[in-house]
């Protein structure tokens, strides 16, 4: 296993307990000069354990299927370790001091190797604060991945952070009240991927416990995964984002009582003692964050053009709901019910080949993109661009594939700058710069009614409330009330072809935020970049889709559409 020659440029960064490049499995990808502590005298070891569990998670997934494979290791990325928390013997940080502990954390290999992309990785919560409120730790990695920080003020940061975990000592019953288990801070952060947990793990085949059973079903949440069901919908980001597999949890026969850390229930990595113990298990929403974050740099890797927001996009435009999520969640046709499940496992699992594919395939429209929210004049400050789209749509073929069922899935990325002194999140319109909506095009619709149709949000004064009537669209899986808050957005079209065949342009415009309501012209006039991902799905006829939409790709973006 030796890293590829463009390896060194891309780095998997985890802010966690250092990392033992001791291990055979760590060294070739962890350089000496790529190991970093908030305080020196905390050296860069890995005295804990956590942070090298991480490591090889990141590297190599669960090793329980790695190792049983003979297929190459391609290593496209290299690692790096800062350790954010001290070791036995040391203070330990103040709660008030963790955003900037953080921020110094992310600064560290940032000013050390500063011509290297990187994607973050952070499996640290703070297990007594929850909710939906901003803290000074989550507004602190929302501005760090808008672009704050000691390097400059235009450096994007994708962060994957860890939902935090139930607590220990439950019991199966206990499982009855899941959703009153929050998201711990700082997951709920509008700006980073926060990552809970799923399992494929059962039947339990550990020696003397083949009688007990598992505390969750196959595909559905790890019973260690955080939610924010609880929270109010219309001020809350949907949280967790993605669910990657966290393991499972076994039912003790006796007490009813849950126990982790069973080895058919785990996952296998790399430990911090790779002479007594080179392997050792790992369980919950750390796991399931290190898996994303090893995703997300191989994504990176793949096309070093990709923006964090871009990467984001990708991972959570790939994800899909396994058979028993997407049970419960066609299962009802309220709108309503659907977010409060989205607030347990999110957009569903992500997949690093769709998420390659998408980058690449005709089928899809991926769209880097800067537009300016809103315009300072005479008379105030106003809404300003709105970003049309034509999409190459294999319009024929739709057609004359009638009433064969194709998926629309669109995903809207973007970073917000924080304003943490408001009363937010309970206040979106205060605490995000300037949010972004997508609308796609009605059947029979024209096209410039469609654009008349968003211009009409100039008129609009109502920075908080919902978006007028004109933009209800029944077609939408999730609803326009999904993408209330937060800075990443996912909706989907489950339609005939023939009723997709003319909707064959989106736009891209703006709702309220401080920015508009600052007395500072550069925030008023300042721009925002976006990632936008649009694909279709058809099944098995896709390649036939995809011949047409090969033709029709190359179309390009109206650019500086004025609302008007």
């Not at 007028?468 to 957005?489: K, T, Y």
Request: charged letters at 20%; glycine letters at 8%.
């Amino acid at each position: 296993m030796v890293p590829s020659e463009n390896a060194d440029g891309i780095a998997v960064c985890l802010l966690d307990t250092g990392v033992n490049r001791a291990h055979a499995l760590l060294a070739p990808v962890f350089s000496a000069d790529d190991l970093h502590s908030v305080n020196p005298a905390w050296g860069t070891d890995d005295d804990h354990g956590h942070g090298s569990e991480m490591s090889g998670l990141a590297f190599f997934g669960d090793l329980s299927a790695t190792l049983a494979s003979t297929d190459p290791l391609a290593i496209t990325f290299v690692g790096e370790a800062v350790k954010l928390l001290p070791p036995q013997g040391f203070p330990a940080t103040q709660p008030q001091s963790y955003g900037l502990v953080t921020q110094q954390a992310i600064s560290r290999p940032e000013i050390s190797r500063p011509d290297r992309d990187r994607i973050f990785c952070m499996a640290v919560t703070q297990a007594d604060v929850h909710g939906p409120r901003a803290t000074s730790w989550s507004a602190t990695l929302d501005t760090m991945a808008f672009g704050g920080g000691e390097i400059d003020d235009l450096r994007q940061r994708l962060i994957c952070v860890s939902a935090g975990n139930l607590p220990d000592g439950l019991q199966h019953g206990d499982l009855e009240d899941w959703d009153s288990y929050e998201i711990e801070d700082p997951a709920h952060a509008w700006n980073v991927l926060s990552v809970g947990g799923y399992t494929l793990k059962g039947p339990i085949t550990d020696q003397g416990y083949e009688h007990w059973v598992c505390a969750a079903a196959i595909g559905t949440l790890s019973p260690y995964s955080r939610v924010s069901a609880s929270w109010y919908r219309g001020v809350a980001p949907i949280k967790p984002e993605l669910v990657l597999e966290a393991g499972n949890k076994g039912i003790d026969s006796a007490d009813s009582s849950l126990v982790s850390g069973m080895d058919s229930l785990s996952l296998l990595t790399t430990s911090r003692d790779p002479l007594v113990h080179p392997l050792t298990l790992s369980w919950a929403t750390s796991a399931a964050t290190a898996q994303l974050s090893g995703m997300a740099t191989a994504l990176l890797a793949d096309d070093r053009s990709l923006w964090p927001e871009t990467v984001r996009a990708l991972l959570t435009h790939s994800a899909r709901w396994t058979p028993p999520m997407e049970t419960a969640l066609l299962a009802t046709g309220q709108k309503a019910e659907r977010l409060l499940m989205l607030r347990r496992f999110g957009y569903g699992v992500p997949s690093l080949d769709r998420a390659l594919r998408s980058a690449s395939n005709s089928l899809a429209l991926v769209a880097q993109q800067e537009i300016q929210p809103f315009h300072r004049t005479k008379g105030g400050t106003k809404l300003h661009q709105a970003h049309f789209f034509s999409l190459p749509w294999p319009r024929d073929t739709l057609l004359d594939l009638g009433e064969h069922e194709v998926r629309l899935r669109v995903s809207l990325s973007y970073f917000i700058e924080p304003n943490p002194s408001a009363d937010a999140p309970l206040s979106p319109a205060r605490y995000r710069s300037a949010g972004l909506r997508f609308d796609l095009r009605r059947r029979n619709e024209p096209q410039d009614r469609f654009e008349a149709r968003v211009n009409a949000l100039a008129s609009l004064e109502e920075d908080e409330g919902d978006l007028p009537g004109v933009f209800a669209d029944q077609g939408r899986l999730l609803g326009e009330r999904s993408i209330s808050a937060g800075s990443l957005h996912v909706d989907e079209w489950r339609c005939n072809a023939a009723d997709l065949a003319d909707r064959n342009a989106i736009a891209i415009f703006p709702v309220g935020g401080w920015w508009k309501m600052s007395k500072d012209r550069s925030r008023n006039n300042g721009s925002m970049r976006y990632a936008l991902v649009v694909t279709i799905d058809a099944g098995d006829v896709e390649q036939d889709l995809w011949v047409e939409a090969a033709v029709a790709a190359g179309i390009e973006i109206e650019q500086d559409v004025s609302i008007s």
